[in-house]
């Protein structure tokens, strides 16, 4: 759903005189207060004036509910206890109709009883098209502002995010004087009265932007109680502990609806102490934010805001991964940024370089440091972790990737690996950059897992997801591009088992290596990687419409650890995503690139 789907609808409101509505008993309810309990009796149904509900079954939220709803109904048609659980998204007021309130309406206002079955059909529809496995991230309209300690917001803070978010919706900024310019000045943020006039500023635009002050509890809780997601906004450099008001939002508004800004006087490649931020604000991602500069930080969050924020989703596929870069390259030049970057195995290798910055011509030749020079993959060590000795890899992806944790890096970024501790998925978006990369790189049984300080034992990502684009859908709206260098493991593979020699022969073989040869067949590294990926053939069945799959092509008879020949897939996937994945970005009707080039800015 988007945010013009959820934009100003007046449903049954529409339908009903000014008089009949009148007639019938107002309620406030406030945010996080149920309305409906499942179980319960059905007295009565209730439509929404102003504020929105969201509709929980089991703890798993089944659908929204916005102004000029019905909430209720099918209990109260039906006569049957409730089936789940109503709850305010916000402050909400909404009319309590009964059943002698209902047939006097219908009465009265004969279109009604064929308003609600409307609406129970477009809402059963909606519903339905939402059962899908991977519904990714809901839209957010509401967005309150709050400034951490008692430092006050820079001026052009919000102009200039309203600017941002203006690119691509229309948006509405309010503030507290605003407020009690036109309520009066002694008004209740709280009251009734308060609560209709904030949720109907939802009219006034499609992007809403509430401005909370540290100095006024009552106006800033009102606000929050509005916002779908509250903002963070600090001072890099000058931590300070939650203030009150703070603590209130952090109440009020679960993890999932919390952002973090971190303000900084300049740009920088890492931005140091974002760990002690986040532990004192947990919130589901954070942005760095340059005062100064091009204004790239502030449009990179006027996207995130408005659901159109560009990701970068980079898969597994051992030495072809270098192809990634290539892909990265030819979206620069095609005018698209990238807003956020994640990947699996060597993807999380490649994207880890993209988010510290490192530029397109360097990382192939950092790659051949790493994999080839160093002999890291070449280094056979008695077989009791791993077939490899990961200490020269090791050393290598510290030099490279550094020590400094991935929350400090100015582009966001995650790795995918696989938890054979929990045996669940785990995505890394904290801690050292290189343990990330290392985790989500370790082949299992070639290289030894790497163990964490909680006990995690983490593994090649390519195990559980080697496409993690679902985890990209879970942080933002918007495109994304998924490159998918995952090389072709379906053709048939012909061998003479008997043919395969023992110990001995292998001994032999490789003492008298002029001698008979050993049959052609996988070796120990690629049966592996070929492991890995079973059963994730269709991944990209799951893709969203506005997700672009660029699948390069690859080299034939290339292996997996063919780490010497990353100038030739780089060079390929370069020309293969310039010439025919980009070169009709500007006229293609494909709806991913048309919410690329949207996003972008490259429509008029």
Not at 169 to 194: M, N, W, Y
Not at 423 to 429: A, E, G, I, P, Y
Not at 574 to 603: C, M, Q, W
Request: glycine share 10%; hydrophobic share 45%.
């Amino acid at each position: 759903m988007t945010i013009a789907d959820e934009f100003a609808p007046q449903g049954l409101f529409a339908v009903l005189e000014g008089a009949a509505l009148a007639l019938l008993p107002q309620q406030t309810v406030r945010r996080g207060d149920v309305l409906i309990a499942a179980g319960t009796s059905a007295d009565a149904m209730y439509l929404v004036r102003t504020g929105r509900f969201r509709v929980a079954r089991d703890g798993v939220d089944l659908a929204e509910i916005g102004p000029g709803s019905v909430i209720g109904e099918i209990a109260f048609f039906t006569g049957q206890p409730r089936t789940a659980d109503v709850i305010a998204a916000r402050d909400s007021v909404v009319l309590r109709v009964r059943q002698q309130d209902y047939e006097a309406l219908c009465r009265d206002n004969p279109g009604l009883a064929r308003a609600i079955s409307g609406e129970l059909a477009d809402r059963l529809a909606r519903t339905s098209a939402r059962v899908v496995p991977d519904p990714g991230r809901p839209p957010a309209r509401t967005f309150c502002i709050l400034p951490c300690g008692q430092a006050p917001l820079p001026a052009r803070f919000v102009p200039d995010l309203a600017a941002a978010i203006a690119a691509h919706h229309s948006v509405a900024i309010v503030t507290e004087q605003s407020f009690r310019e036109a309520l009066g000045p002694k008004a209740d943020p709280t009251g009734p009265k308060a609560v209709s006039w904030l949720n109907d500023q939802e009219r006034r635009a499609e992007i809403v932007i509430f401005v909370a002050t540290p100095e006024t509890e009552a106006w800033s809780e009102a606000a929050l109680r509005q916002a779908d997601q509250v903002i963070f906004v600090a001072q890099a450099v000058h931590f300070t502990p939650p203030s009150e008001i703070e603590r209130i939002a952090l109440s009020i508004l679960p993890e999932s609806q919390r952002r973090l800004v971190l303000l900084h006087p300049h740009k920088m490649q890492r931005a140091a102490g974002t760990g002690r931020w986040l532990d004192s604000r947990p919130v589901f991602l954070h942005h760095h934010v340059a005062l100064t500069g091009d204004g790239a930080d502030m449009a990179r969050l006027g996207r995130f805001l408005s659901g159109r924020a560009i990701g970068l989703v980079l898969s597994g596929g051992g030495a072809f991964g270098v192809a990634h870069v290539g892909v990265w390259r030819a979206m620069q030049e095609a005018g698209l940024p990238i807003d956020i970057v994640g990947g699996t195995s060597v993807g999380s290798a490649m994207a880890g370089a993209i988010a510290l910055g490192v530029p397109a011509h360097e990382i192939g030749p950092r790659v051949e440091q790493i994999f080839v020079r160093s002999g890291a993959m070449r280094r056979v060590t008695v077989p009791k972790y791993a077939f490899l000795d990961h200490k020269v890899l090791d050393a290598a992806l510290q030099e490279h990737y550094g020590s400094e944790p991935v929350e400090d890096l100015w582009l966001p970024f995650y790795a995918i690996c696989a938890d054979l501790s929990t045996m669940q998925k785990r995505v890394l978006r904290r801690g050292p950059l290189w343990e990330a990369v290392r985790a989500s790189s370790a082949i299992p049984g070639i290289l030894p897992a790497l163990f964490t300080s909680d006990g995690g034992m983490l593994v090649d990502g390519g195990c559980i997801d080697n496409m993690p684009y679902r985890d990209m859908h879970g942080l933002k709206s918007g495109p994304n591009v998924v490159v998918n260098v995952q090389k072709d493991t379906t053709s048939r593979i012909h061998v003479d088992y008997d043919s395969l020699p023992g110990r001995a022969e292998l001994l032999k073989r490789t003492v008298l290596p002029f001698g008979k040869r050993a049959p052609r067949a996988p070796g120990v590294v690629s049966t592996v990687m070929r492991s890995l990926l079973v059963g994730q053939g269709a991944t990209h069945s799951g893709m969203n419409p506005d997700d672009l799959h660029i699948r390069p092509p690859g080299l034939k008879g290339a292996g997996f650890l063919a780490w010497s020949q990353h100038r030739l897939f780089y060079e390929i996937s370069y020309r293969h995503a310039t010439n025919e994945v980009f070169a009709d970005l500007s006229t293609s009707d494909d709806p991913a690139k048309i919410a690329l080039r949207r996003a972008a800015g490259l429509t008029p």
